[in-house]
């Protein structure tokens, strides 16, 4: 009886660390031939005119100071597989500034880990889109 109980304990502790600190990744399709189309839907994600703290944006800019905008391969994750960042910071009023980082899974698709989209309106309000937003 106690290596039963024993059992549904490790299986409940273990299922508990695989799922619910682990939460759903977003399976993402990604086109090299227009890597931004990911971006295309953000006016439908979680908004605010307040930035998150503590997001992927901030550790871009603080991990890759230089960093041109566009299409980076390069293993983020540690797991030994090519990741890719997108990037692009138009700078103005109306510019929108998206980063994206594609967790490769190896096996020849990726999860979109962290998405945000930032605006700028015509009155100089920025506004916030997907991981980013408040």
């Known amino acids: 009886m106690s290596f ?3 059992a549904l304990l490790v299986i409940g502790i273990v299922s508990y660390v695989l799922v ?3 939460p759903p990744k ?6 090299p031939a227009n890597p931004f189309d990911l971006f295309a839907s953000h006016a439908t994600w979680p908004n ?3 930035r998150k703290i503590g997001t992927a944006a901030e550790w871009l800019h603080t991990m890759f100071p230089d960093l041109s905008s566009g ?3 390069l293993d983020i994750n540690g797991d030994g597989l090519v990741d890719i960042l997108l990037h692009n910071e138009p700078v103005g009023i109306g510019s929108t500034k998206v980063y994206g980082v594609l967790l490769n899974r190896g096996d020849l698709n990726f999860d ?3 998405k945000c989209v930032t605006k700028i309106d015509g009155s100089g309000v920025r506004q916030f889109y997907g991981d980013c937003a408040q």
């Open 71 to 73: 299409v980076s391969h």
């Open 48 to 50: 605010s005119t307040a």
């Open 26 to 31: 977003t399976e993402a399709s990604y086109d």
């Open 112 to 114: 979109l880990a962290y």
């Open 4 to 6: 039963a109980c024993a």
């Open 20 to 22: 619910g600190m682990n």
